[in-house]
């Protein structure tokens, strides 16, 4: 299957096989279907939460796509589908990674007409307003760069919530959220509830209340929905732990219990057996500037048997990984627990998690359930094995990597040594470590994100170049380890800075993580000359000369980042991550952007989902699930605008 759908703007739409569905049984398939379904059902709550003016934008664009009657190859019409689709991939009007306003794109004027020259009979128009008001107010949004500037800001000098464009507060600042939470903090012991997780928080009469998301509450008709999926799929399900994880999944979404989203995820952390496997709910907090708030998102997989024998070894020597981790030894687990790692090929992409997907997870994110019960964590082989394939011939690696050892170590070990690292930092990484009794995490604040990403890498990248990796059988030589420091601060240091608009200052917590290290290592590690920048032909890359004593300056950054987790230091949080990994080296910046525009390349990558088909006799009983590849980025984006679109425009 050639993996590449299409290119616009800085995006490029690639397509993922499912290998193995075929072959599995009708109660797995079936299983797999219902819990996809479920899935596609939150599309909407993500593009809500994201900005409020998301749905009543998208519904627009997609009414003038349909029955605009003006001339459709014009110039303009071009540049406005460019837009829409650029809409379609970032749930909103924020781009996905930067979380910058996207520009228009094509003249406002032009709107008017594309406005004029449609079908609006079956549109309906959100109570209290003409239409000519409202489009008036869409208009504003679309072009107007002063309003709905950035969905996430994290500038340390402005109030985070009130210059953030997203949907998580209405009419609160900073300073009250983070009082209205801390107040509810302390009182919750040991085994806090994440308060705020599945919440608006908004000010009523002058009063903090939250508008929590949940069946007969905000969001109730998605929700209602997703809620029936799951109720089919529970009965489907492996084993008994698997319905009890569902059935406590679903009693949260009807009641907004935040213990029962504990006591779900404390079953799925348990639920080992089964093949199939899922995430759906209001999860990771990089939406929000305080870490606070969940993005609803959800995926479907299945175990990737053989692969997963690689993790497996890992999970099973996660103890030996803590003991020897270069970390204080108060900061270490004396037992690590529950650690369980595997392969999996996904089925389905959906919420926070699509057309963008992150290549591993690890859950749950609440630190005392991964201390008492564990963490599950996941490499995702089939979009791994995507990106490498739409790779091999884009040109980046002749273009960036300093040597031809370099690219024949690529080459050769590159794919692996990415899943390893994905492996490590998502199975033991993110699972290390313990917190000082007492520190509460959020006391780093929209540091946090950054920060724990940075520590789960450098575990990754201390351990890949250990003896036990070879001894494990992991890798078989030390090149493998080589192959992945290179891409790493290859990445960290110059490639990744083609994802950024010249001028522009490192936004996305993923980024900043990479450059911290990168910058950090490189800076530590001059007397030794460990790290450089060498010139050649009028162009910049990176050089390892020592790749042991890079070694070394990762493990002594771990056990600082791990010192400021445990002891929830946000002043050293604030100051590593404001010095290494936020600003841009303009030069640099700018000679990668030139030559990087050489390739025509996208910068950014996302997914088309496969279409999943139930077929039943005609008494209604299910015989099959068929799966096809062959629908377009354009008609799947309609398509699920269509049949998942289960929210008013305003929320």
Known sequence: MDVFAEKFADLKILRYDVPGFENLDLRKKLYIYYLSQAALCGRDILWDQNNRYNLSIRSVLETIWKTYKGNRESEEFKLFVIYLKRVWFSNGIHHHYSTGKLPGGFPETYFDELVLLSDWSDFTIPSGKSFEMFISEIRNVIFNPEIEIKRVNLEPDKDLIESSSNNYYQDVSQDEAEIFYAHLKTSA??????????????????????????????????????????????????????????????????????????????????????????????????????????????????????????????????????????????????????????????????????????????????????????????????????????????????????????????????????????????????????????????????????????????????????????????????????????????NGLITQLTRIESGQNIEESHMRNRQLISRWVYEAGKAKNVVEFVRSDEKTFVRINDYQELRNLFGQLLKEIQRIKSEGDFEAAKSLVEKFGVKVDSTLHNEVLTRFKKLDLAPYAGFLNPVYELKTWPCGTPIDVLIRYDEDYTSQMLRYSRDFGFLPLVN
């Not at 970390?327 to 090929?345: D, L, M, P, Q, R």
């Open 189 to 490: 012991g040991k085994e806090p509830t994440s308060f705020g997780l599945n919440s608006t928080l908004l000010k009523e009469n002058g009063k903090l209340t939250e508008k929590v998301w949940k069946l007969d509450g905000k969001y109730g008709k998605a929700i209602e929905q997703i809620i029936f999926w799951l109720t089919k799929a529970k009965d489907f399900a492996e084993n008994e732990l698997q319905k009890k994880t569902i059935h406590h999944l679903v009693e949260y979404y009807k009641t907004g219990d935040l213990a029962l989203f504990d006591q779900y995820s404390i079953d799925w952390v348990k639920e080992q057996e089964g093949e199939v496997d899922f995430v759906n709910g209001f999860i990771e907090m990089y939406g929000d500037p305080l870490g606070i708030k969940g993005s609803w998102e959800s995926i479907v997989n299945f175990k990737d048997r053989e692969a997963t024998k690689r993790a497996t070894i890992l999970s099973e020597n996660a103890q030996w990984f803590e003991d020897h981790s270069p970390v204080a030894s108060e900061f270490k687990k004396a037992e690590v627990k529950g650690v369980s790692a595997k392969v999996i090929n996904v089925a389905i992409l959906a919420g926070d998690c699509y057309p963008a997907t992150p290549i591993g997870i690890n859950l749950p994110n609440s630190e005392w359930i991964r201390e008492r019960y564990g963490s599950k964590s996941v490499t995702i082989e089939n979009i791994t094995q995507a990106y490498f394939l739409d790779s091999v011939n884009s040109g980046m690696l002749e273009e960036f990597a300093g040597s031809t050892e370099e690219i024949e170590r690529a080459k050769t070990y590159g794919y692996l040594a990415g899943n390893l690292h994905t492996d490590l930092h998502e199975c033991l990484g993110h699972g290390s470590g313990k917190v000082r009794e007492g520190v509460n995490t959020d006391n780093l604040k929209n540091y946090y994100s950054t920060i724990e990403e940075t520590r789960a890498d450098l575990f990754a990248l201390f351990f890949i170049m250990d003896v036990q990796m070879i001894k494990l059988g992991l890798v078989p030589c030390f090149d493998a380890a080589k192959a992945g420091y290179d891409s790493y601060l290859r």
